[in-house]
């Protein structure tokens, strides 16, 4: 089974803090996605990856960056954490080829900004 | 450009009767269509993936779907809901172009189970 896995069940961080948001995935998969989820909005997808130190903005990147230095380790930064940044975060991974780019998803990780 | 439409945020049955969960997509050529889970504080779970190989896909759980590509639809139904069902479904379409198969999700379903 693919796993994935996220540093932190949940954090608490202060307003102005550097955050970092780790996932690890040990299926060799190509892919691998931060995405927020807040109530009523679903799912939105932050920053993607689709190799080694590849990395593509999503719908919602301002006030996050990433780091893929190795295949299996994506993390999210929050430069500055601010208080519209408490949320749910979802880490997820897929194959690039012959799947149907199903993905695979961590615990999350419940983060709130004080 | 692509979407997904989940009608009704909220669905409420009783425990034992049928449960079914909305999702049309708008998708210029056969969709890759998605169904997942989340139980309260967790990750999401596929539950089942249509990938054109057969219109009634089974999942796990009980669930099925059935893609119908006149109606652009891929409700989600279980005949026999149990309190174990309770939880968030998300319909997904997979993106067009690219080899990193980005999934557009819906906004959500929550299903309560009432005893």
């Known amino acids: 089974d693919v796993k994935v896995t996220q540093s932190s069940r949940y954090l608490v961080k202060r307003t102005g803090e550097k955050v970092f948001l780790e996932c690890v995935q040990d299926?060799?998969?190509?892919?691998m996605f931060w995405y927020r989820q807040d109530p009523g909005l679903g799912l939105r997808l932050i920053y993607f990856?689709?190799?080694?130190?590849?990395?593509e903005k999503g719908d919602i990147p301002e006030g996050y960056s990433v780091s893929r230095e190795k295949k299996e380790r994506f993390s999210l930064i929050l430069e500055s954490a601010s208080t519209n940044q408490t949320s749910m975060y979802l880490c997820?991974?897929?194959?690039?080829?012959?799947?149907?780019?199903?993905?695979?998803f961590g615990p999350g990780t419940r983060l709130t900004v004080l | 450009a692509q979407s997904v439409t989940q009608l009704g945020s909220h669905v409420s049955v009783s425990e034992g009767a049928l449960v079914l969960l909305r999702c049309n997509y708008s998708s210029s050529v056969p969709p890759y269509l998605f169904w997942y889970v989340q139980y309260p504080n967790q990750g999401l779970q596929l539950l089942l993936k249509y990938t054109s190989a057969a219109t009634l896909v089974k999942g796990i759980n009980g669930f099925e779907a059935e893609f119908k590509k006149s109606e652009t639809s891929f409700h989600l139904t279980k005949p026999s809901a149990h309190m174990s069902d309770a939880a968030e479904y998300f319909c997904?379409?997979?993106?067009?172009?690219?080899?990193?198969?980005?999934?557009?999700f819906g906004k959500g379903t929550k299903l309560s189970v009432k005893p």
């Open positions: 299926m060799d998969h190509e892919n």
């Open positions: 997820a991974s897929s194959q690039s080829r012959g799947s149907y780019n199903e993905q695979f």
């Open positions: 997904a379409v997979r993106e067009l172009g690219g080899s990193q198969g980005n999934l557009i």
């Open positions: 990856s689709y190799d080694v130190k590849m990395k």
